[in-house]
């Protein structure tokens, strides 16, 4: 098959943009965090929603370094041609794991008492539900889970970015053929590991609530949001001189179809989550969505409705807008927003606040998160190309067209 001549002359590496992201993003972050930290210590009202607050961005980036581990584990699963020249900035983004580890620390350190009632003793010797789930919800059970969920992560991680850049080296075969063949039961593990995950770390903020969807529910929004994250930081990457040839509107269509796919996919669990739960009318678990209605919190949820579904479903439903490089970015930095807010939606509410409205801790403890993330990719991007070189199935993605 021959390819454009323009497509040898596409830069593939960021250069001299990955050390300035290094050192712009990551002083940024720490001094976000540092800003955040400072106003929790004076301001009564930053101090008793910190917390919840940290936790609420925290699992935005968790969301979406794993829904780029689920992409790059599907892909090699089933040996998909058309995605290999964005495959990279998933694998990238899912070594952002051994990051999110280390930024858990704070919460394991100073952050449980004030997040999970089930840590308090007093508590659970009056509560005889608490009682009857402390074989599970104890505090050194939950770190042992901790260790072996970011353990499996981070491993699957590394060994698929490790591996895919060793082939950048060496060009051997061998190396697809390994990944095709441990991306199957990476997947299983993946499937239990983050659905259980989804449950100690945001579940159990309430622990007299259960829904067996949850994690497929917290799993959905994580995909949405890197499938969003994708066209955008295509687009930013094009707009900086990088693989301007090789990412096509080819490429930017099938994206938007997974947004698309995906977005419906997390409204088909949302409601029918509420649905079951508010149709059963057991108050164990509808008090959970009643807290989610009062206070302004409503409000928040019919944004979710029309932002996080309708709006993207209107938007996207055509192929137009799927094939215009820049109508998708915006669309998939608006799918970005919404997906914050989802995550506020849940967690914060379990802070006992008087109202919905955010914080300015909020905004600055999101920035310390993305500056870091941003830092850490960046690094990793200073000695390795932005595209799987030497991948067999490279030239089929460079030239791939939609049907």
């Known amino acids: 098959m021959r390819l454009p001549h323009e497509i040898f002359r596409d830069r593939r ?144 991680a590394r060994y698929f970015l490790n591996r895919s850049v060793e082939q950048d080296r060496t060009g051997d075969l061998e190396l697809t053929l390994r990944m095709e063949r441990r991306s199957a039961p990476a997947m299983v593990l993946y499937a239990f590991s983050v659905t259980f995950a989804a449950f100690d770390l945001l579940m159990s903020l309430d622990p007299h609530w259960y829904s067996t969807i949850f994690g497929v529910y917290f799993f959905a929004g994580g995909l949405v949001g890197f499938f969003a994250l994708l066209p955008v930081v295509s687009r930013i990457t094009q707009k900086a001189g990088r693989m301007e040839h090789m990412v096509t509107p080819e490429h930017y269509h099938d994206m938007g179809k997974l947004i698309f796919a995906f977005v419906i996919f997390w409204a088909y669990i949302a409601f029918s989550q509420y649905m079951l739960i508010w149709y059963g009318n057991i108050p164990e678990e509808t008090t959970w969505f009643l807290r989610r209605q009062e206070e302004g919190w409503g409000r928040v949820a019919l944004l979710l409705l029309a932002g996080h579904f309708v709006v993207p479903f209107v938007a996207l439903i055509s192929s137009f807008p799927k094939r215009r490089r820049n109508i998708l970015a915006v669309a998939a930095a608006w799918i970005l927003l919404m997906h914050y807010v989802d995550l506020y939606w849940l967690v914060m509410p379990e802070a006992g606040l008087s109202g919905a409205l955010p914080h300015p801790v909020d905004g600055l403890l999101f920035v310390g998160m993305a500056g870091l993330s941003v830092a850490v990719a960046g690094r990793r991007f200073q000695k390795r190309s932005l595209i799987p070189e030497k991948d067999p199935r490279l030239e089929e993605s460079i030239a791939f067209e939609n049907a």
């Open 13 to 156: 590496a960021l250069e001299n943009l990955a050390a300035g992201s290094v050192r712009v993003a990551g002083p940024v972050g720490l001094a976000a965090f540092a800003a955040a930290v400072l106003l929790a210590l004076v301001s009564a009202g930053a101090k008793e929603r910190f917390f919840h607050s940290y936790l609420t961005s925290y699992s935005y980036f968790l969301s979406i370094s794993l829904g780029a581990l689920f992409f790059v584990l599907l892909q090699h699963l089933t040996r998909a041609g058309w995605s290999v020249v964005i495959r990279r900035l998933a694998e990238v983004i899912a070594a952002n794991i051994g990051l999110l580890a280390i930024l858990l620390l704070p919460v394991l350190v100073f952050g449980l008492g004030d997040l999970y009632p089930w840590t308090d003793g007093a508590a659970v010797s009056h509560d005889a539900l608490l009682q009857g789930k402390q074989a599970y919800l104890n505090i050194p059970f939950f770190l042992v889970r901790l260790v072996i969920y970011f353990a499996a992560w981070g491993l699957t």
